[in-house]
């Protein structure tokens, strides 16, 4: 499978704990995103990514969010502290940006559940 | 402050008739439109997609259709299949803006046999 992977799929943590969620990208895609999504809502953009620099910000990206993308290749997003709020999926998505524009293809998502 | 609204929550279509999934938008500088499907428990999946300088893209079995001075996008199904019941969401952007795309709440599209 060369789509969008992530992991976990599943979280369940306790407040005010951190986590950390991995998203591996389409491998020759050059951009990509974090999303959040929470119930009857449609994803939220958070931040992007082109190779390793991070370009934008989201001010839905709280001080408790940080995310990387080392070498450009794979991306994590770290919560700290978590909230109940946080309680969302998170989905990660991935696009060729040579010229024009580019569809994104997400992943399946983290479904974080923060007690 | 919502910038792409999908007014209908759900909606419900006989199986090989038309389904016609409506978007309106609020940011006159969205010039980039994209519908994405998706099923419980996986990520969206791209359908189509409408660049600003067209007022129609058509791909097989699914039409979008664009009218700027309305600020209006719709996407046609036809015809509709029972594969076809999943939540489908509208997204936007533009040239100059954030790179990420400005999501709908969706509509849940439901084809009954």
């Known amino acids: 499978d060369t789509g969008v992977s992530q992991d976990p799929r599943h979280k369940i943590t306790k407040r005010g704990q951190n986590v950390t969620f991995r998203c591996d990208p389409i491998?020759?895609?050059?951009?990509l995103y974090w999303y959040r999504q929470t119930l009857g809502q449609g994803p939220e953009f958070l931040t992007y990514f082109q190779n390793e620099a991070q370009l934008e910000k989201s001010r839905l990206l709280s001080d408790r969010f940080s995310a990387e993308r080392p070498k450009g290749s794979f991306s994590t997003l770290e919560i700290q502290r978590t909230e109940q709020g946080d309680s969302a999926m998170y989905l990660c998505a991935s696009s060729l940006r040579a010229s024009g524009r580019a569809e994104q293809f997400f992943g399946p998502g983290t479904r974080l559940t923060v007690l | 402050d919502q910038q792409v609204k999908q007014n209908s929550p759900s909606l419900s279509v006989q199986e090989g008739r038309i389904s016609i999934l409506n978007c309106d938008y609020t940011?006159?500088?969205?010039?980039?439109f994209l519908w994405y499907k998706k099923y419980p428990a996986e990520g969206p999946t791209f359908l189509i997609s409408?660049?600003?300088?067209?007022d129609k893209n058509e791909d097989g079995r699914f039409t979008v259709f664009l009218n700027k001075s309305a600020k209006h996008l719709s996407l046609h199904i036809v015809p509709s299949q029972p594969g076809d019941s999943a939540v489908y969401f509208c997204?936007?952007?533009?040239?100059?803006?954030?790179?990420?795309?400005?999501f709908g709440k969706g509509t849940h599209l439901i084809i009954q046999p």
């Open positions: 409408i660049s600003s300088i067209k």
């Open positions: 491998s020759e895609h050059n951009r």
């Open positions: 997204a936007a952007s533009w040239e100059g803006g954030a790179d990420g795309l400005t």
């Open positions: 940011n006159s500088m969205f010039d980039y």
